[in-house]
């Protein structure tokens, strides 16, 4: 039997012929390793003894597309880690080498129409002066006049207060008509008799919280609200008063921009959105690994086997003198089916167990067992 080598003196390199997609064609470590893949292929698959029905531009298609379904596995477990800290950022901000920092900052933007971001912006105070009858306040415009808050940024309102004459004496009974007619009244001075109490310190703390509350419920003669940066008092003030409260001002991204943000959607244009969109391109290939690279011969190794078993399926048998020749191609399509879905369960479970999730818990697991060793080695003893 004439025996047709599958591997032809055309180097990967000089080759007018690449890979269908040319995605790795000017990345020098796959054009060696493209030659020394055909080289493997055709031993693997007996070209040095019999026929093999694929050529070299076969080989380096089949190898192209199992470089990219490696890369693909690992995309969709990179996402899997990833997506939270992509999510509104810019969608061409990632390289093919760069993973994001992984941040607070979406969760921020994502709670933001639901809670107060608690710390993660300094606290800040300021005051305006409302007028007798006056019942609402732009709190947003007065910042900005005044240069604290910016246009684009998104202001926090806190708490609001109004600052009431210190009082010298208080009865120890939160509800005495003497702490509303002090307030009331002015009477900042006021001593009506001196007292004295022994008392043990705890309930000295409890007597300040009680008081604290008070002030903030019973003796409130007002109640108050802010939407949109603008301030409502209820009801209408009589007199004139000046008005306190903290905020914090969280400074918008150029990207978050807009009425959107704290609205239903979370993003714009050119901004990650979900996976689809998510800036996980390849990787170089020279930036592989052995072990990536292994991934890839085996299941390039099986794309062959299998192409090679479609080819062999259209002419189940070749006559010959005096009978015929029965091809393998079921066979071959068999075996590359069990060997693709071998390597890709063995690929899935790898980068199943690296996630940072799996990793916490292995260094989680790690911890217990050296804090049980520890606790099993016996105690030194030390001379006094």
């Known amino acids: 039997m004439t025996v047709i080598p599958l591997r032809s003196p055309t180097a990967f390199a000089s080759s007018s012929y690449k890979t ?34 694929i050529t070299q531009n076969d080989v380096w298609a089949c190898f192209e597309d199992a470089t990219l379904e490696f890369h693909s596995y690992v995309s969709i477990y990179q996402a899997r880690d990833l997506m939270m800290d992509m999510i509104g950022q810019p969608s061409a901000s990632l390289t093919t ?49 005044n240069g604290k808050l910016k246009d684009g940024d998104i202001l926090h309102i806190k708490d609001v207060y109004y600052a009431s004459n ?39 703390v409890l007597r300040v919280q009680e008081f604290a509350v008070s002030d903030k419920v019973r003796r409130a003669n007002f ?33 978050l921009s807009g009425s959107m943000h704290y609205q239903n959607y979370l993003g714009t244009s050119g901004t990650v959105t979900n996976v689809s969109n998510a800036p996980l391109e390849v990787m170089p290939y020279m930036s592989l690994n052995r072990m990536s690279k292994q991934f890839i011969k085996r299941i390039t190794l099986a794309v062959c086997k299998e192409l090679l078993g479609r080819v062999r399926s259209k002419y189940m048998s070749i006559p010959i003198p005096d009978g015929e020749v029965t091809l393998d191609g079921a066979d071959l399509r068999s075996e590359a089916s069990a060997e693709l879905d071998m390597v890709r369960g063995e690929l ?20 217990d067992a050296i804090y049980i060793s520890y606790q099993k080695t016996p105690l030194r003893m030390i001379k006094g």
């Not at 470590?29 to 029905?53: I, K, Q």
């Not at 009858?133 to 900005?144: E, G, P, V």
């Not at 199943?352 to 911890?367: G, I, R, W």
């Open 223 to 255: 109640s108050w609200r802010v939407n949109n940066g603008v301030l409502t008092v209820y009801p209408a003030l009589k007199t004139s008063k000046t008005i306190w409260y903290t905020y914090q001002v969280e400074p918008i991204d150029a990207a």
């Open 20 to 53: 269908p997609f040319g995605i790795f064609d000017d990345d020098t470590t796959f054009r060696s390793d493209a030659d020394a893949m055909v080289e493997y292929v055709r031993r693997r698959l007996g070209g040095a003894t019999v026929t093999t029905e």
């Open 97 to 145: 080498v760069q993973t994001p920092h992984h941040t607070t900052r979406f969760l921020q933007h994502y709670s933001a129409p639901y809670n107060w971001l608690g710390d993660a912006y300094s606290m800040h105070s300021g005051s305006i002066t409302m007028a007798a009858s006056q019942q609402h306040a732009d709190l947003r415009a007065d910042l900005i006049s």
């Open 348 to 367: 899935k479970e790898w980068l199943e167990s690296l996630t940072h999730t799996a990793l916490l818990t292995q260094e989680q697991e790690k911890q």
């Open 166 to 204: 210190i009082q010298v004496y208080r009865l120890f009974n939160t509800t005495s008509a003497m702490n509303y007619l002090n307030r009331e009244f002015n009477f900042n001075s006021y001593i009506p008799e001196v007292m004295f109490y022994l008392l043990p310190v705890w309930e000295d």
